[in-house]
């Protein structure tokens, strides 16, 4: 879509649609950085859990190797390295790193590996010790089960602390502690918010350009209605300035002249009088297109076409007459073809596109109007043998106050509303209306109305509606 910078309107909508846009990544950006914050509490609560219970199950494993072998007096029996290898007393240069036996717990996953034993006893003293245990851990304090520790260094370690109690009389005869390195652990989760920290500016990035694309597709429909708006206010505006600039000429014009005659008098009430007829018609059809496009559907009246069609011949008789127009109407007598809707609306449908066909069509034409029923619808083809319209103006024939030729309609004292009323009456009626035509060999008009019965017989008419159907019946063979 193209914007125009250069334009206030264009500037307006350019506006709005960076404030859609911001809008629109604002919102995105708070989602998305909630949704990476809740997928990072998952991601590092799930390896909490995983690194938990694997620190649980090593950590029962030398529970039960110790507990067999843990004197009351917290000494460790000889050959407990049997049941626990690398298993460094108090006191003996040991300095093998804890590994795991072929009896124990053996992980296989992320967190195998790094792990430290101390054998506590009774009163807290050091009885045995397995694997590197780091230097400066925040706390020593083993009453705690579960807890959280950082060395020196800042690194985290988890740790788990167990009861060892005597398997004769179930005294505790001391405590273990088993623990391990989360470096691996926060390294990861680093890797993850260092990912999560990359790609939320590319995402936004990506999103804030699909915003940009989309506010500007949500846009364009907003901006043509408003400049079809303003358009159609600009030209209401010109048409209703014309008759009240007439009219203020006229009478300025008769203000300034010493003395009227009543001829002059009478010329300029008669000008007046026209003018205002203009002004009224105008105002008329503009208060019509405004009920018709807050109207979704047409009000439930059941109305007969062959009667509607049989009035408007009879009031364009005299047009087509004077014309030297032959005006033919070719419709079935029988059965009456009803619609939904409002009958006057419905007139005035038909009525504007004969009286186009009447004003297009030159002296010694003919404009025929056919009636059928096909498929469930009402098919009234308005034919001329008129001058035709241009290609490149048929697709604007039905915009309000387009007039192909301008001067020639404002003799004629249209204002261009006429074929945009008939549209906006059809869809009203759930129907539509479509324009054929060739320069120089006529035009050919085809509104579709669906039918509320094609089938029915004349006595099912209301009273009204069959007399004026025998009444146009018998005028038509009057004139055959």
Not at 93 to 102: K, R, W
Request: hydrophobic share 40%.
């Amino acid at each position: 879509m193209a914007w125009d910078t250069g334009s206030n309107l264009n500037r307006l909508f350019r506006r709005s649609r960076w404030q859609l846009t911001g809008w629109y990544t604002g919102v995105m950006a708070v989602v998305l950085a909630i949704s990476a914050l809740g997928m990072y509490e998952a991601i590092a609560h799930a390896h909490r859990v995983a690194a938990d219970r694997e620190l649980k199950s090593v950590a029962e494993a030398v529970h039960d190797n110790l507990e067999k072998s843990l004197t009351a007096n917290s000494q460790i029996e000889s050959g407990s390295s049997d049941l626990l290898p690398n298993l460094c007393l108090t006191g003996d240069p040991c300095l093998a790193p804890f590994e795991h036996s072929q009896n124990h717990y053996h992980p296989d996953d992320l967190y195998s590996g790094n792990y430290y034993i101390r054998v506590l006893g009774t009163n807290g003293q050091l009885v045995a010790s397995a694997g590197d245990y780091p230097q400066g851990l925040s706390s020593t304090d083993t009453a705690a089960l579960w807890k959280t520790l950082h060395d020196a260094s800042g690194r985290p370690y988890r740790q788990v602390v167990l009861p060892l109690y005597a398997l004769d009389d179930q005294q505790l005869v001391g405590r273990v502690v088993v623990g391990r390195s989360l470096n691996d652990f926060a390294a990861y989760l680093a890797t993850v918010r260092w990912n999560m920290a990359l790609g939320l500016p590319l995402a936004l990035a990506l999103i804030a350009a699909a915003g940009w694309w989309l506010a500007g597709v949500a846009l364009e429909p907003v901006q043509m209605s408003y400049r079809n708006i303003q358009q159609f206010t600009a030209d209401a505006a010109h048409e209703l300035r014309t008759p009240l600039a007439a009219i203020q000429a006229t009478t300025e014009s008769v203000i300034r002249l010493p003395d009227i005659s009543d001829a002059e008098a009478r010329d300029t009430l008669q000008v007046i009088t026209r003018q205002n007829h203009r002004l009224t018609r105008l105002v008329s059809d503009l208060l019509l297109l405004s009920r018709l496009d807050i109207q979704t559907t047409a009000p439930g009246f059941s109305c007969c076409l062959q009667n509607i069609l049989n009035d408007i011949e009879e009031e364009m008789a005299a047009l087509s007459m004077a014309k030297d127009i032959d005006l033919v109407l070719d419709q079935p007598a029988t059965p009456p073809l009803m619609v939904i809707g409002h009958e006057e609306q419905l007139y005035r449908l038909v009525l504007n596109v004969v009286s186009n066909a009447l004003q297009h069509t030159p002296t010694n034409g003919k404009v025929t109007t056919h009636l059928r029923a096909v498929d469930k619808h009402a098919l009234i083809t308005v034919e001329d043998t008129g001058v035709g319209i241009h290609p490149n103006d048929q697709p604007r024939i039905f915009d309000r106050f387009y007039r192909i030729e301008k001067d020639r309609s404002r003799q004629s004292g249209g204002a261009g509303l006429g074929l945009s009323i008939a549209l906006a009456i059809a869809q009203t009626h759930g129907g539509s209306i479509h324009v054929k035509s060739a320069v120089s060999k006529g035009s050919t008009f085809t509104i579709k109305l669906p039918l509320a019965s094609a089938g029915m017989p004349l006595s099912q008419l209301r009273p009204s509606q069959q007399h004026r159907v025998n009444r146009h019946n018998h005028r038509r063979k009057a004139r055959q």
